[in-house]
């Protein structure tokens, strides 16, 4: 079955760098989704990636999907308090209908 | 803006009680979906339902039920709590693939 990867498994940094989570799976990606969770809430959606080198940015998050589909990046330029929470990654499910499988998440501190 | 709202933030339990956990979407969504969240597991689904009175088992399905008699509405059971569904309970809803979550339900069985 299909999986996400995420790394790393949890990030700290220095307000105001940059920094980078990855999202590999062992199968072609339909359809890639980044979402962030502050703690202890919901999720919210960021973006969703399609295309094979598609890449799309949101204030300061950027993500990328690679030519394979098989791998994805979020990069965060200048990081701000309020980027910190979990970033988790999902993926469509093809042979299970409209279903999105998840990574296990990336908790990212900002160090003021 | 698309809404899932789910009955409560907090909840605390004790062992073989039995546990309603609410989720309501405004959007007239078919998909709902009931997940579980715990660290280093991250998510994982334990039922989803397309459609009202259609449920179907995701990953995790012991120990719960679920009941979709509207749509908009789609309800987690735990018929007998135990400790080791403490747990984040997050409830989504979509039209296509991309879900809209609710903010989380952090239940503590005791």
């Known amino acids: 079955s299909q999986e996400l990867e995420q790394s790393p498994q949890s990030l700290i940094v220095q307000e105001g760098k940059n920094l980078t989570i990855n999202c590999t799976s062992s199968?072609?990606?339909?359809?890639l989704y980044w979402y962030k969770q502050k703690y202890g809430e919901g999720l919210i959606f960021l973006m969703m990636?399609?295309?094979?080198?598609e890449e799309k940015s949101h204030e300061k998050i950027t993500a990328k999907l690679d030519e394979k589909k098989q791998q994805s990046s979020l990069h965060i330029t200048a990081s701000q308090p309020s980027h910190a929470g979990i970033y988790l990654c999902?993926?469509?499910?093809?042979?299970?209908?409209?279903?999105?499988?998840f990574g296990k998440g990336t908790r990212l501190h900002i160090l003021p | 803006d698309v809404k899932v709202t789910q009955s409560s933030r907090y909840l605390v339990k004790r062992t073989g009680e039995k546990v309603f956990l609410e989720c309501v979407q405004d959007?007239?969504?078919?998909?709902m979906f009931w997940y579980r969240q715990d660290p280093g597991l991250g998510l994982r689904l334990i039922y989803f339902?397309?459609?009202?009175?259609?449920?179907e088992k995701g990953d995790i399905p012991e120990g719960y039920s679920v009941s979709r008699e509207k749509k908009e509405r789609f309800s987690l059971i735990l018929e007998s709590a135990s400790t080791n569904q403490t747990s984040m309970y997050l409830c989504?809803?979509?039209?296509?693939?991309?879900?809209?979550f609710g903010q989380g339900t952090r239940l503590t069985v005791v």
């Open positions: 989504a809803s979509s039209a296509t693939t991309e879900a809209f």
């Open positions: 199968k072609t990606l339909y359809g």
């Open positions: 990636l399609q295309k094979g080198g």
């Open positions: 999902g993926a469509d499910r093809r042979n299970r209908d409209d279903k999105i499988i």
């Open positions: 959007m007239d969504h078919e998909n």
């Open positions: 339902s397309y459609d009202v009175k259609m449920k």
